[in-house]
């Protein structure tokens, strides 16, 4: 399993203040250097954290590998296009949403997916789609030439009881499956955190976990070493 940071909650911080400071991209080195296996970040159409500046940058000085998350909108596609990232994860966005509220509904946009999806591949950029665990997305992804899913892990962290955890754990074990035989990439992500990480290890066959939140706030009381670390040690990666 390995382990991308998404960093941007750091330049969250960063534009309350409307300076320079902390800044992403340094903050994503650092990141490297305590062994993190790939930068994510997510060029919203708001900017509301990421910029462009930030996306240039993580391009031209990491090392491991960028995930850039985006919407459809093609004046973000293009930015893709020229900056090339190792990864483009498709997600939905809206506007008044604090954060991701669930996956793309690809079987209801096909044919504006695949447009996309097409776009990107001629760049030679692999993409992504940020769905539910839901084998019908799954097989929709793969008919317009998905080359990885993301699994939507939020219903699963915000469950309120043990049965409604384990359900969705249970439906998200079936979907890894089934993408994994139809050879997919499955990575999974939002709303992990060093609690309910122990319990989603249990699932095989996961790729990549794409964690933020947790890990950026943790790192204000204890490091950001240590909160690498001690999240690395949870995912079995040391
Ligand atoms: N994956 C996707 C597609 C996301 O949109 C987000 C949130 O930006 C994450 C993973 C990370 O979620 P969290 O910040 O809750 O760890």
Redesign the pocket.
């Known amino acids: 399993m390995k382990f991308s940071l998404?960093v941007?909650?750091v330049a969250t911080l960063r534009n309350a203040r409307g300076e320079g400071q902390p800044d992403p991209v340094t903050f994503a080195l650092m990141a490297e250097k305590y062994g993190v296996d790939g930068i994510?970040v997510?060029l919203r159409e708001d900017r509301r954290h990421i910029n462009e500046r930030d996306v240039r940058l993580l391009r031209e000085l990491i090392t491991t590998k960028l995930d850039l998350?985006m919407s459809v909108n093609p004046g973000i596609i293009e930015i893709a296009c020229k900056i090339k990232p190792e990864l483009s994860?498709l997600?939905p966005e809206h506007r008044q949403e604090l954060?991701?509220e669930g996956g793309l509904n690809v079987i209801d946009n096909l044919d504006k997916l695949r447009a996309v999806i097409d776009k990107l591949h001629n760049a030679d950029i692999p993409v992504s789609l940020?769905i539910e665990p839901d084998i019908e997305q799954i097989d929709a992804a793969v008919g317009i030439g998905a080359d990885v899913i993301?699994i939507?892990?939020?219903k699963f962290?915000n469950a309120k009881t043990e049965d409604e955890m384990f359900d969705e754990l249970d439906r998200i074990r079936i979907a890894v499956k089934h993408a994994k035989k139809l050879g997919l990439g499955v990575?999974?992500?939002?709303?992990?955190?060093y609690n309910n990480v122990k319990d989603f290890m249990e699932i095989d066959g996961v790729d990549e976990?794409?964690?933020?939140?947790?890990?950026?706030s943790y790192s204000l009381f204890v490091g950001l070493e240590n909160a690498i670390k001690e999240m690395q040690t949870l995912l079995k990666i040391r």
């Open positions: 998404n941007d909650h994510v997510h998350e994860t997600v954060t991701t940020f993301e939507h892990t939020g962290a990575n999974a992500g939002h709303g992990l955190d976990v794409s964690i933020g939140h947790a890990v950026i």
